[in-house]
């Protein structure tokens, strides 16, 4: 079976910075559109940032535009979102999910549930 798994999570000062990933088994994330979404304890989920496809655009949520950046790795077939100046308001599960649609439709849409696979996620702790 497809599998993602994030990894580097942890727990950070406000202000610092942590870079997640997203890896594949069994198939090239660079073929498929890549997202990631939070979801934090009794909050609905939330889209973060995606990128589509073999070098396609990527887009963020105004909550992380300008402190994320999500980038493809190819040679190890996985998707980073490096994260700075992170905030109490950032703490929360985070996973990783491929998608049909483009980056755009995906975030024009808000259809954050429409995966086709996803991983079991990493949590973000934001705390001094």
């Known amino acids: 079976q497809l599998q993602l798994v994030e990894s580097g999570g942890g727990l950070v000062q406000p202000g610092g910075s942590l870079r997640l990933s997203c890896a594949a088994s069994k198939f090239s994330l660079d073929s498929t559109t890549v997202g990631w979404f939070r979801q934090a304890p009794g909050k609905k989920r939330e889209g973060v940032s995606c990128?589509?496809?073999?070098?396609?655009?990527?887009d963020y949520a105004d909550s992380v535009k300008g402190r994320f950046t999500i980038s493809r790795d190819n040679a190890k077939n996985t998707v980073n979102l490096q994260m700075n100046s992170l905030k109490p308001g950032d703490t929360a599960y985070y996973y990783c999910?491929?998608?049909?649609?483009?980056?755009?439709?995906?975030?024009?849409?808000?259809?954050?549930?429409?995966?086709?696979?996803w991983g079991k996620g990493t949590l973000v702790t934001v705390s001094s």
């Open positions: 999910a491929t998608y049909s649609a483009p980056c755009s439709a995906l975030m024009a849409t808000g259809l954050w549930d429409g995966m086709d696979y």
């Open positions: 990128i589509t496809s073999r070098g396609g655009s990527s």
